[in-house]
């Protein structure tokens, strides 16, 4: 009896015995307590999309107000200004800040450009292709060979019918045919102590193998070999150093190898703290050393060590030293006797919130006028009130849509009994209403509601003169504007216009003001400065003097921040998971206890049964 008691207990097979469906009972005993499981399961699932929900909210308010409490949403750009100009020639360019002075101002002439100091290789580096073998021996086979010649990207074939008997029928030969290829006097070809030379100076000449028998080896010139510098190559094959480049600029000092490429060598200079550039230019066949810094204050200082690539006679034909001969910008502004030039190191530059580019020197006058820009003005305070309405309504929706609280977050086993379509619009319709009447948002609307309809201190205008008014409660208290009106109060007084919106307390924001400095500040920022405060409040990723981050945040979290994962929410969260925990167990005890139970029935029966055979058979044996 034990073993079969053992039997029925462990494996929980059931109505053996008794004949009943064990199973079937099992399933519908154990149904009460997986609900109970599945009920906390949609608590946590309610609080995950009321999580998702804010940090919809929080993105959209961090898109808004870029996430510095220095800015003001939209309002951060320039623009709100033009210029327009009469006279010049092109020779300065003018951009507008929305801090530019309105008013009229000539440039009488520009009597020098900013330049910086700079240096450049005397001569040519390499000049020429210069082949390697000695053809002043004799006689120069050369007969059915070929190769290319390509002179500024322009490539001919060259070929040899012929063997030539000396150095020089070799250079008469082979100046006809590239005369014949190019055009007479594109490319000179000569000799030097025997070996062949290739010139075209002020072009790009570049000697390229061919197919067929190539005539190169024969005329010692490597295939690739060019009348100037190749930057991919070392400085041993360029211009044959062979021992370790060192040298320094304005302090900075620089360390190569032979083995070390001219790109390597070029990149790190420019990549470094001297504040120079290094470039080549493929058509001078030269290097220039250039200093970043513009003005008559640039300079460049040049020291070698070894390797030879600086110096009198060094690979890059820049001598060592101090070069000093930038110079500075010389112009005149509201100066028609040009009396009192006005010096400048760069050639941008901002004069009274314009930006000027001197761009060509020149002694014909401009006049530019700065002026407001009444239609791009208009349609930024547009944009900026559409993004703020979207903000108003989408805080609206969250606290105000309606719950259907039949439409639970669904459970395993029901999500199995319907299609993806049909969870997605059940889920859709179960995420409505699940932050309405939430207290941190209706507290934010109110805020927002109650920033434009105060007064801002000594703005010298109101909103309702400006053509913006606010609508009804059934349109979520939404901004509405006149278009006529405003563009009539812009033309009237653009600056008290924008003060509304973004006039400046003397107090700057921090989430750690008293109460009367934070009522100051309010009454005196604009209507932007103050929600941007607002915003601030409840999405700020700095802690506040009590250590904590924005009202929202700490609520909810931010993705990529601490709070992420520190927030009421996600506590919450933690604590539904031990409860479903718990519940788990105690579900778990409670069918192990309906399964001892049936267990013990069937013990119970399988006992009865063995004693009633065994007296039927004592019986029968009567």
């Known amino acids: 009896m034990a073993s079969v008691s053992t039997t029925y207990q462990d494996l929980r097979i059931g109505g053996l015995a008794t004949g009943i469906d064990t199973d079937s009972i099992m399933e519908s005993l154990m149904k009460a307590e997986q609900a109970k499981v599945a009920r906390i399961e949609q608590e946590k699932q309610s609080a995950l999309w009321q999580q998702e929900a804010y940090r919809k909210l929080i993105d959209s308010i961090r898109d808004f107000t870029t996430g510095d409490p220095n800015k003001v949403g939209i309002f951060s750009d320039t623009g709100y200004r033009s210029v327009t100009t009469v006279g010049g020639t092109g020779a300065v360019s003018f951009i507008a800040g929305s801090g530019a002075q309105i008013g009229a101002h000539t440039i009488n002439a520009v009597a020098q450009l900013a330049t910086a100091a700079s240096v450049s290789s005397v001569g040519e580096c390499v000049g020429q292709i210069t082949g390697s073998a000695d053809l002043s021996g004799g006689p120069i086979a050369l007969t059915g060979t070929s190769f290319a010649l390509r002179l500024d990207g322009v490539q001919q074939t060259i070929s040899f019918d012929a063997d030539c008997a000396d150095i ?10 590239v005369d014949l290829a190019f055009g007479a006097g594109r490319v000179t070809v000569g000799s030097e102590g025997g070996r062949l030379t290739l010139d075209a100076e002020g072009s790009i000449l570049q000697a390229i193998s061919a197919e067929g028998v190539s005539a190169l080896p024969k005329l010692g010139i490597a295939p690739g070999a060019r009348n100037g510098v190749i930057l991919g190559n070392t400085a041993e094959t360029v211009f044959g150093i062979a021992e370790d480049i060192e040298f320094s600029i304005n302090g900075v000092s620089f360390h190569f ?4 490429t001219l790109t390597t060598i070029i990149r790190e200079v420019n990549q470094s703290d001297a504040g120079v550039t290094l470039s080549y230019s493929a058509m001078t066949d030269g290097f220039t050393l250039r200093s970043n810094q513009t003005g008559a204050a640039s300079q460049i200082v040049i020291e070698n ?16 030293g101090t070069v000093r001969n930038g110079q500075d910008a010389v112009f005149y502004l509201n100066d028609p006797d040009q009396l009192r030039p006005i010096y400048r ?15 060509a020197v020149t002694d014909v006058a401009v006049t530019y006028t700065v002026a407001d820009d009444v239609n791009a003005l208009r349609q930024k305070i547009m944009d900026y009130v559409e993004e703020y309405n979207g903000l108003l309504e989408q805080i609206s929706s969250l606290v105000s849509e309606k719950r259907d609280y039949d439409m639970r977050p669904l459970t395993d086993a029901e999500k199995e009994e319907m299609s993806e379509t049909e969870i997605a619009k059940w889920e859709e319709k179960a995420k409505k209403g699940l932050l309405r009447a939430d207290s941190l948002l209706g507290g934010l609307y109110h805020r927002l509601r109650m920033a434009f309809s105060s007064q801002t201190e000594g703005a010298g205008s109101s909103f309702a003169e400006c053509g913006i008014t606010t609508s009804l409660y059934t349109n979520k208290g939404k901004l509405v504007i006149d278009e006529k009106k405003l563009t009539a109060a812009l033309e009237k007084d653009a600056d008290a216009v924008m003060a509304l919106f973004t006039k400046e307390s003397g107090i700057g924001y921090t989430r750690d003001l008293t109460s009367e400095e934070a009522a100051q500040r309010y009454e005196e920022c604009g209507f932007a400065h103050r929600i941007n405060d607002i915003f601030m409040d409840h999405v700020s990723t700095r802690r506040n003097a009590a250590g904590l981050k924005g009202i929202l945040l700490e609520k909810a979290g931010l993705i990529g921040d601490v709070t992420e994962f520190s927030n009421a929410i996600s506590k919450n969260i ?24 049936f267990a013990a029935l069937e013990e119970a029966v399988n006992t009865m049964n063995s004693q009633s055979s065994w007296i039927t058979s004592m019986m029968g044996q009567g």
């Not at 006679?313 to 820049?318: E, N």
């Not at 998971?577 to 309906?594: F, L, T, V």
Request: without cysteine; aromatic residues 6%.
């Open 168 to 177: 020089n029928d070799l250079v008469a030969a082979l100046q006809q045919k």
């Open 257 to 260: 190898t032979k083995d070390d």
């Open 345 to 359: 190191s760069e050639n941008i530059f901002t004069i009274d919130g314009v930006t000027l580019s001197l761009k």
């Open 574 to 597: 933690e604590k539904i998971d031990r409860r479903i925990e718990q519940a788990n167990r105690r579900m778990d005890e409670q069918e192990d206890k309906y399964w001892r139970a």
């Open 305 to 320: 060590t070894s390797g030879g690539l600086f110096g009198a006679d060094g690979a890059l034909g820049i001598d060592t």
